[in-house]
């Protein structure tokens, strides 16, 4: 299964998806680099 995200352009952060609900959690997300397009 491939991995989803949802992503935040604001924040420059990407939730992860678990079983079709997204994880709003701060400590659950992955900053984004700089480099990649949101």
Do not use: G
């Amino acid at each position: 299964k491939e991995a989803q995200e949802l992503f935040c352009s604001a924040c420059r952060l990407a939730y992860p998806v678990k079983d079709d609900i997204p994880v709003m959690l701060i400590e659950e997300a992955r900053q984004l680099p700089a480099d990649e397009e949101v």
